[in-house]
């Protein structure tokens, strides 16, 4: 009996541990200023740590054909913001995939944690867009995606 309440504590621990990481996704302190310049007049500026290593990459050598647009940015540029956000990459197991399309919004992780989002709310004028993070995750830009912090434009 001791042991088993044990296990469900460690156990019940861990999943709070898992969610408050999941939760939180801050930018890092030493972000290049290059990346709020170049990465965030379009949509925001993600947190690195959404996307694996991989997939940077992936983004960082496609710039000039970026989901529809052009958003090439000199040699020396691309540079400093691709070994950054490398090395700033998910590193965890569950947010290390390759994303299909290189979407942050195709992860299995991202289509689980948002599977009670109707197809219909994403397409919200308030919204437009699943990679409008900070449409419903009103502090996104701090990297603060729980629960508490989120209020969904009703239109
Ligand atoms: C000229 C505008 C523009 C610039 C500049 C730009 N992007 Fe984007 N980006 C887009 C558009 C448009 C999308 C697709 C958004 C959508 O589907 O709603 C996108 C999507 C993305 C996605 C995928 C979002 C998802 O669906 O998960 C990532 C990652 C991304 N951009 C990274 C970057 C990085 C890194 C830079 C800087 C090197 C950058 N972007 C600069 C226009 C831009
Ligand atoms: C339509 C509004 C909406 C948009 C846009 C949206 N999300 Fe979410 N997100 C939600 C909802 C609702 C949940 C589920 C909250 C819950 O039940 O814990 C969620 C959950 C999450 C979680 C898990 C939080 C936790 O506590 O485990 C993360 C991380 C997350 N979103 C990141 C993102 C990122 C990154 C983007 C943009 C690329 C994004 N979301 C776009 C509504 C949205």
């Given at each position: 009996?001791?042991?088993?309440?044990?296990?469900y504590?460690?156990f019940?621990?861990?999943l709070s541990?898992?969610s408050?990481?999941?939760?939180?996704?801050?930018?890092?302190?030493?972000?290049p200023a290059?990346?709020?310049?170049e990465?965030?007049?379009?949509?925001?500026?993600?947190?690195?740590?959404l996307?694996s290593?991989?997939?940077?990459k992936?983004?960082m050598?496609?710039?000039?054909?970026?989901?529809?647009?052009d958003?090439?940015?000199?040699a020396?540029t691309?540079?400093?913001?691709?070994n950054?956000?490398?090395?700033?990459?998910?590193?965890?197991?569950?947010?290390?995939?390759t994303?299909?399309?290189?979407?942050?919004?195709?992860?299995?992780?991202?289509?689980?944690?948002?599977?009670?989002v109707?197809p219909?709310?994403w397409?919200?004028?308030g919204?437009?867009?699943?990679?409008?993070?900070?449409?419903?995750?009103i502090?996104?830009?701090?990297?603060?995606?729980?629960?508490?912090?989120?209020?969904?434009?009703?239109?």
């Amino acid at each position: 009996m001791k042991i088993k309440y044990t296990y469900y504590f460690i156990f019940s621990l861990l999943l709070s541990m898992s969610s408050a990481f999941a939760a939180k996704m801050p930018m890092p302190a030493d972000a290049p200023a290059s990346y709020e310049s170049e990465c965030a007049s379009c949509h925001m500026a993600y947190p690195p740590g959404l996307l694996s290593e991989q997939s940077w990459k992936n983004v960082m050598s496609s710039l000039a054909k970026h989901f529809g647009t052009d958003a090439s940015v000199d040699a020396k540029t691309q540079l400093e913001i691709t070994n950054w956000l490398i090395k700033n990459a998910a590193t965890r197991q569950k947010y290390s995939e390759t994303a299909p399309e290189n979407r942050i919004t195709k992860t299995s992780w991202f289509v689980r944690k948002h599977d009670e989002v109707r197809p219909d709310v994403w397409k919200r004028a308030g919204i437009k867009s699943p990679a409008n993070c900070s449409a419903c995750h009103i502090d996104a830009a701090s990297g603060i995606f729980s629960e508490k912090n989120i209020k969904i434009p009703a239109k």
